[in-house]
């Protein structure tokens, strides 16, 4: 089977080259740059955008003109950029979903977006052609998943990683450190930087990283074994993963924090909101609300030990996985053929 593949970002590329390398050789995958030739040289079977609002009028463009079906996965840049899409053009969006063999959400936010959002007739018709495939991470965190006995928190160590940006909200999270502080509980953040933006609010950061002793700085890079092994080391010396910023990314810094069994704590529209759909595993806040979040924190410490059994129990290691998640596209590749 030969699928041509629609791509807006280098993030889509990266993501579906950790499932692709698990599929079959029974399927060939060809990258096809978005321009103004749109001449396809090969028997295609079928047409898969990574994107819905940056190359779904591609992929139709593409279905119609060999009689070929299409398939879209939808991003959560997406559904930034329809919320901003005036009213009069969304009809002609909304049928690129309509008109999909197959939709793909890649978390349950996304799901949740179409209900909320689009026509409920419109919302419907898609749900009947939709699938929930998550967005898998490195396989090495699988390989090191961390199951172990509940145990009593007594010292909170908190821990974001990711981009040092504005969005990453790591001084509103400092401002919940200082709260709890006051009320006399031990308390410290580790942030881990996997890629270097400079800019003004990164140097404010550093500088007071280099003031506090309860806050510390580390610099990663990304994609390197070596540094998959350093971040898991800091992974197992922490408590609570907190990631309020809404970037691609995201989705796998909860995966990899789950498997080492730290519960994350989030806004309600993140990539990631009710993967863990229950109230001992899934915690969201504001993301501008240092008290609520310092509220959180000290509810998830006190239910430590309970709270490590459910993220346990629940198991959420395998819609992570590289491998499930490439059979699964396997899957949805076969049978949008056969329709």
């Known amino acids: 089977m030969n699928i041509i593949h629609l791509f807006s970002k280098d993030s889509e590329i990266d993501f579906f080259n950790r499932i692709s390398k698990f599929m079959s050789t029974d399927f060939s995958h060809y990258v096809m740059k978005v321009g103004a030739n749109s001449q396809i040289s090969t028997n295609i079977d079928v047409v898969h955008a990574h994107s819905w609002m940056e190359v779904g009028f591609n992929a139709v463009e593409l279905s119609q003109k060999y009689d070929i079906p299409y398939i879209i ?28 063999s197959e939709v793909i959400f890649t978390n349950p ?9 689009l026509p409920s007739d419109v919302a419907d018709k898609i749900f009947e052609h939709s699938v929930l495939l998550i967005e898998p991470i490195d396989n090495f965190w699988i390989e090191n998943i961390r199951i172990h006995p509940p145990t009593a928190l007594v010292n909170i160590k908190l821990l974001y990683v990711g981009e040092i940006r504005e969005d990453s909200h790591l001084i509103t999270i400092l401002n919940s450190v200082d709260k709890l502080k006051k009320k ?42 070596l540094e998959n092994e350093r971040l898991l080391h800091i992974y197992r010396n922490s408590d609570i993963s907190i990631l309020l910023n809404d970037n691609i990314d995201t989705i796998e810094r909860f995966g990899e924090a789950t498997t080492q069994g730290l519960p994350v704590i989030h806004t309600s529209d993140s990539a990631f909101s009710g993967i863990l759909n229950d109230k001992l595993t899934d915690f969201s ?25 459910h993220i346990a129990a629940f198991s959420p290691f395998l819609m992570f996985d590289a491998k499930e998640t490439a059979y699964r596209y396997e899957h949805l590749y076969d049978n949008v053929c056969v329709k």
């Open 73 to 100: 996965t939808l991003s959560q840049e997406d559904l930034k950029k329809y919320k901003k899409t005036p009213f009069f053009k969304r009809k002609n969006i909304c049928s690129i979903l309509e008109n999909a």
């Open 184 to 225: 006399n509980y031990q308390v410290s953040l580790t942030a881990v930087e996997t890629s270097i933006v400079n800019s003004c609010y990164r140097n404010k950061i550093k500088n007071i990283a280099e003031k506090r002793q309860d806050f510390e700085l580390v610099s990663l890079i990304e994609n390197s074994n």
């Open 109 to 117: 936010y996304q799901q949740n977006f179409i209900a909320n959002y």
């Open 285 to 309: 806040v504001s993301r501008v609300n240092s008290s609520e979040i310092a509220d959180l924190i000290l509810e998830i410490s006190n239910s430590f030990a309970t709270i490590e059994q």
